[in-house]
Each structure stands twice: as C-alpha cells, then as structure tokens.
C-alpha cells in the first residue's frame, strides 16, 4: 500500500505539546487507530480531530525519541479478531498529558488509495502489521506510551543485536555473559526474555504456559505442548512401527480413555497386544470351558428338546410305561409262532 505520507501532528496535539512545555505533566501516547474513512476535502490532518470511521485498534509496542525532537511510535495489528474486511486509509495516534483521563488525537495520516485487510474470522487469511508512526515531539522532557501487556514479539523479529542493545546495565551473570537484570520496558513479559535468553545460547530449552522452547545446535527452535490429546492426533498418526513393544500398557492407560470411537477398525490386532495382559478373570469373564449348577439356570432356551414324561403322578407314570412296553396281540401271537 502507499505510505502514509500525508501523516502530521494535529492542532490537538499541538497543543499538548505546550502543556508538556508548560510542566503541566510528561506526553503519554495511549493508541494507535486504523481507520476505513475519507478525509474530508474542506480538511487538512492538522485540522483533524479523530478518527473518521475507525475499524481497528493497534497494540503499542514501543515508544524511542530519536533525534531529541522525533518520537517512532510503533505498534502491531492483526485480523484475526476482525469479522468484516475494511480498506485502511487512516492512522490516527492519540495522546494525553499528565493524568488526564481522556486522550486526544495526536497526529493524523491519511492516503486514498489505502490498503484491503480481510476479515480473518472469516476469510481464514491472517495479516500482521508492524507500524511505525513518526512524529514530532519538541522538546518534551518525558515521553512514555501505553504498550500492550499481553504483547510477545515473535522469534523471528528478535535478533542477536537487538537482544544485546535490550539488555539494562546492571550486575552481569559470569554463566551467561548476560546482565542478571531483567528488561523492564513495558509490556514485555518473562516470557520474552526466556525466549530472548534461550536464543543467546544462556538456555537450550524455556517452558513456560506448559509449552517448551528449544534451540538445537543447528539454531532449530522447536516449540512443542506439553499434551497430547486427541485433538492433536491425526488418524492413524500413532502406527505400530512408532510404539515400541510394550510402550503402552494396562497401567498407563486411564479407565475409558480408550474407546471403541476413538480407535479406527483394525488399528489394535490381537498381535498387537500382549495376551497374556487381558485374561477372563482380568475382566470378569467366564473361561472358555465351565459346569453351571443346576440352579444357576433359572430361565432362557436350551439347543436341544428337554424331553419328559409329561406326567407329574406315580400313577400316571406307571400307566405310560407300561401303555408304551405292552406288547398287542399281533405282537404275542407272532412270538408264539402261532400267527
């Protein structure tokens, strides 16, 4: 996009800056403002007041007076919260002096040509911006900015020289080389120096947030969680050439946290597991080979027929056996020879 070449302090900030000349407190940049409007033709940036139609907020990150006069006021910004595209045309800087409770515009750039930002929520493409905002300053004694707590610059932008010139004077760590304070500039986190550190070569590995950061020799930074969960598995990404023998066990694993939804058909085979782990009386199984007692059964359908009498008397009985075992008179007289 076109550089913000129309970019000046405003009147508001102007006049800030004879309040700051006046003593009435130090400057303090408190936001950086991506806008989507058009300058009014009847207006200059020294005339504008705000932001015509602010779209976004960008985290300050550093505030350096350069040359005595010359403030670089830098920040990031990124899409990844933003739900509707926008064509950034405007960069609005605010500022206050002292404890003022409400900040102004302090300086005001514009170009009409501007920039498309996507929607990152919805468009999946992340954009980051680094912005540099320069501006005047005077002779302002005291000159701070609002920096964002929770910003972490990323490895790649951190380089050996930088960390060197980051560093405060104080009392240096014979281990390390490294001054024993820590960085004090706003809005950095321990984190970041860990990582800083851990990139000099005081530490091969940082963890913090359950998350570890190591350097090999080689200068590989790997960055890894300290779980896995199923989430971060792909299927089949865990295969039998990658578990040792024996890797997994009964012991190791949680009851239920092995499901028959979570394992795809076919991923555990019989020769997979150690047989001699899972046994009939492991899981409450009868064995192969077993008696009931009669009174164990006491309801469902046998294979085969039962059989019976179908009496319940002595009698009855009697009458059955001997009605089935009586030979008739054909019988007899066939046995007599006599037929």
Not at 204 to 222: F, I, N, Q, R, W
Not at 278 to 289: D, M
């Amino acid at each position: 996009m076109s550089d913000f070449a129309d970019n000046h302090i405003t009147n508001l900030g102007t006049a800030l800056l004879a309040r700051v000349m006046a003593g009435e407190g130090g400057l303090t940049f408190t936001r950086i403002v991506l806008g989507d409007g058009n300058m009014p033709s009847s207006q200059s940036p020294a005339t504008m007041t705000d932001v015509v139609s602010p779209r976004a907020q960008a985290s300050i990150t550093k505030a350096v007076v350069s040359d005595g006069q010359t403030a670089v006021v830098g920040a990031r910004f990124t899409n990844e919260e933003q739900d509707e595209a926008f064509t950034w045309r405007e960069l609005g800087l605010y500022a206050k002096v002292g404890g003022d409770a409400d900040d102004v515009l302090y300086s005001y750039g514009y170009t009409p040509e501007g920039e498309l930002i996507p929607a990152g929520t919805a468009s999946g493409t992340l954009v980051e911006k680094l912005v540099d905002v320069v501006t005047y300053v005077g002779d302002a004694a005291e000159v701070t900015a609002i920096f964002d707590p929770d910003f972490i610059p990323q490895v790649s932008r951190i380089e050996e020289t930088a960390i060197e010139a980051m560093w405060e004077q104080g009392e240096v760590d014979p281990t390390t080389g490294k001054s024993a304070q820590y960085l004090d500039r706003p809005g950095l986190s321990q984190l970041v120096h860990d990582i800083a550190d851990a990139i000099a070569g005081a530490g091969p590995t940082v963890t913090a947030d359950e998350v570890t950061v190591s350097m090999t020799a080689e200068g590989v930074l790997s960055i890894k969680a300290s779980g896995v969960g199923t989430a971060q598995l792909a299927d089949f990404s865990v295969t039998e050439a990658k578990l040792a023998d024996g890797a997994v066990t009964t012991g190791k694993l949680a009851d239920k946290s092995v499901t028959a939804e979570k394992l795809a058909d076919g991923a555990i085979t019989i020769e997979q597991l150690d047989k001699s782990s899972i046994t009939p009386s492991a899981i409450g199984a009868a064995a192969a080979e077993h008696v009931h007692d009669a009174a164990d059964v006491t309801s469902g359908t046998l294979p085969v027929e039962r059989g019976g009498t179908g009496v319940t008397t002595d009698d009855a009985l009697f009458q059955k056996v001997v009605s089935s075992h009586y030979p008739t008179n054909e019988e007899l007289l066939a046995y007599l020879g006599l037929s």
